[in-house]
């Protein structure tokens, strides 16, 4: 049997007809349910940042180390799992719901301990390890090539939007409070909303994520993992590919925490932050998925998703409105500061699946997990490494003109040089 015939099999009898008209959006709403929940949790105190570090009685950086566990554990954690979600994804992603759970449950009984909250923080990291890097193999094994790209959005987006939801929830439920001992019980309250919601996770993936016959192509069947997990950087391109990918989606990861750190010193008040903040991550959500879908239609009519154009296009938006954001931070009305922030949006976000989706294009055959797995690392690297330059007062005020310094020379490369490659998608079709 060549080679293509065997590729062809892969992708049209990875699931059967039946199930992959029904089950598939089950199996991703399963998914995106889980990644909502974790989450929620990575951003719920930052509208509250000083009144949280009362509550665990601790100095307000050291809960940066709530951010710091996800983006610690996901780099420690995430390559050795990768050949366990692909021996076994229903059994990885219902184990990562327990985790979540279970380290939910842990911050809300510990209440103001702030050990128990970051052993509890661990797990969720732990479990964020297991399923941030699937969406492109989910859709990979249950989609077809006409609906993979929004189904890796869908799945990719819902870690955002879990942010967006606890942004909103802690900018409104804690606006114009001071006293502590009120804040102290929202904040009891809002764990107990988080463990609730992570708790529904565990039989939802039990009950709609099933095994299924997760065929291993041909081609990488002799490939042993690490050398291939390590070799990938033998490729022509992949690293820069690689870093400008990372770089643009850790930046959007850390941007509500900078422009938080930029607003409040003219003058904004927690709700205005917090409400720039949800027009950020809304805007991604909203335009990515209508992006994707429309890369879905041009490989229906069989033609080559327009990749190049999206990704050029969208993080020079973004990158030109960050640019006015920095020269103008201090005079821009309320309004104006919505619209770029609505702009960065679209550009720091809407590159979040559409890169992961045109890299696995590009280095096909190789895994989409190690490919995804390695972006999404560097991007944790990213985040991690920010999160303590950008409280040095020597930094702090300068969060923007930092960012802009770091995506430069990769949006340069998007513009000037970069190029898809459609090695899956000619092979699919």
Partial sequence: MSKSNQIEIFYNEQVSPKESKRMKWFVLFAYSFLAFSNVLGFVSYSPVWLNAAIY?????????????????????????????????????????SILTAAGAWIIWIGKQSFFMCLVGYFFVGVSEALFLA??????????????????????????????????TYSSFQFWDLIDQEIIN?????????????????????????????????????NVRFFKQFFDIFRIE?????????????????????????????????????????????????????????KLDQQARQGKQPDYDSIIKYTTLMGFLALLLQAFLISYLPFWVLIILNIL????????????????????????????STWILGIANILGFALNYILVLPTIVEYGIWLSLLILTPFQL????FYKSKFRRFELSN
């Fill in 344 to 371: 960065n949006g679209i550009g720091l976000n809407v590159i979040y699946p559409i890169a992961i989706e045109a890299f696995v294009e590009k280095l096909y055959p190789l895994k989409s997990l190690i490919i």
């Fill in 134 to 167: 699937v969406p492109v193999y989910l859709s990979e094994v249950w989609f077809t090539a006409y609906d993979r790209t929004l189904a890796t959005c869908l799945g990719s987006y819902a870690t955002l939007a879990g942010i967006m939801a606890s942004y």
């Fill in 413 to 416: 490369y998007f513009i000037l």
């Fill in 237 to 293: 391109e992949f690293s820069l590919d690689l870093l400008a990918f990372a770089i643009f989606i850790g930046i959007s990861w850390i941007y509500i925490s900078v422009i938080s750190l930029q607003l409040y010193p003219f003058g904004y008040t927690q709700l205005e932050v917090g409400i720039a903040g949800i027009f950020f991550t809304g805007s991604g959500i909203i335009a990515g998925i209508w992006i994707s879908f």
């Fill in 56 to 96: 665990y009685d601790v100095d307000a950086n050291d809960l940066y180390w709530i951010g710091n566990l996800y983006y610690i554990t996901y780099f420690v954690f995430a390559p050795p799992f990768i050949p366990l979600l692909e021996k076994r994804l229903d059994l990885c992603l219902q184990v990562s």
């Fill in 185 to 221: 019980i929202k904040i009891e309250e809002m764990n107990f909303i988080i463990a609730i919601l992570n708790t529904i996770c565990v039989p939802l993936c039990f009950l709609f994520i099933r095994k299924t016959n997760q065929i291993i192509r041909n081609s990488e069947e």
